[in-house]
């Protein structure tokens, strides 16, 4: 499953939130420290590990 990092705009915490697509599409994410739905996705960058060698 996909792993989205948010911030909450009421307490500050960031978050790294693992979420389906329809859960990330419907965007109703809580804040897992006070519970807030006032979330702001963040958007950062990743890297794809892959088991074959180039």
């Given at each position: 499953?996909?792993?989205?990092d948010?911030?909450?705009?009421?307490?500050?915490?960031?978050?790294?939130?693992?979420?389906?697509?329809?859960?990330?599409?419907?965007?109703?994410?809580?804040?897992?420290?006070?519970?807030?739905?006032?979330?702001?996705?963040?958007?950062?960058?990743?890297?794809?590990h892959?088991?074959?060698?180039?």
């Amino acid at each position: 499953m996909p792993m989205y990092d948010y911030t909450c705009l009421d307490c500050g915490k960031e978050s790294l939130i693992v979420l389906t697509l329809k859960e990330h599409e419907s965007a109703k994410v809580t804040c897992p420290k006070c519970g807030s739905s006032n979330m702001k996705q963040l958007f950062t960058s990743f890297v794809a590990h892959t088991t074959k060698k180039s």
